[in-house]
Each structure stands twice: as structure tokens, then as C-alpha cells.
């Protein structure tokens, strides 16, 4: 079973930078697919951005295309979220969570605890 914790999370103003961290225990992410949401307080979760293990591709949602970049350190087991210009509507609780590949692509089993990012205006 694969275990998530996130980190990196904190306050920046706004355009400023933050790298999140999605470190994986249990087992290789071979065959997985890592996802990251956002929940902002009173909105529902959001989907930001989702990166292949096994193959490297990635895909981001609208709202933070050309701005957020993922990446993975196979050695290290961890995915990365590089948040480039962030914006105040950034302000959220960001969680990675992962699927196996044969899942449909909306179900994530598997999530971590979360961390806080906050931007200020």
C-alpha cells in the first residue's frame, strides 16, 4: 500500500513561488499515475494537475497552466508541483493522492494529509 505526505506548503505573496513535495512510501510508484487537488475554504475539490509515473506525462488544469509544473524524482520516490506567479485564488489546501493505472482516471484511493498554501494579495 502506497502512503502520500505532502509538504512545502506556506504563505508567499502574490507572485511569488512555492514546490510542493509528494513523497511516497510502501511501495514504487511504478504503474501509478499522482494527482494534485486543491480545496479552497467553502468551495469544492479541485483538480490542478496529474503526472504518469511510468511514462512522465502530465496534464494541468486551465487554471494553472504555464504557471504550475510537475516533475518526479524517481530515486526519491516523490512527485513535485513547482507553483510559479501565484495568485491569491491559489489560496487553497493542496493534496496529492494517487491511482493505479488501470483506474479510471477520476478515481484516486489513495491521498495524503494535505498542505496549506496561502498567497497573499
Known amino acids: 500500500q502506497v502512503q502520500l505526505v505532502e509538504s512545502g506548503g506556506g504563505l508567499v505573496q502574490t507572485g511569488g513561488s512555492l514546490k510542493l513535495s509528494c513523497a511516497a512510501s510502501?511501495?514504487?510508484?511504478?504503474?501509478?499515475?499522482i494527482g494534485w487537488f486543491r480545496q479552497a475554504p467553502g468551495k469544492e475539490r479541485e483538480f490542478v494537475a496529474r503526472?504518469?509515473?511510468?511514462?512522465?506525462?502530465?496534464y494541468y488544469a486551465d487554471s494553472v497552466k504555464g504557471r504550475f509544473t510537475l516533475s518526479r524524482d524517481t530515486a526519491k520516490n516523490t512527485v513535485y508541483l513547482q507553483m510559479n506567479s501565484l495568485k491569491p485564488e491559489d489560496t487553497a489546501v493542496y493534496f496529492c493522492?494517487?491511482?493505479?493505472?488501470?483506474?479510471?482516471?477520476?478515481?484516486?484511493?489513495?491521498w495524503g494529509q494535505g498542505t496549506q498554501v496561502t498567497v497573499s494579495s
Open positions: 493522492a494517487a491511482r493505479e493505472d488501470f483506474r479510471p482516471s477520476s478515481i484516486y484511493p489513495l
Open positions: 510502501g511501495r514504487t510508484l511504478s504503474g501509478y499515475t
Open positions: 503526472i504518469n509515473w511510468s511514462h512522465g506525462s502530465t
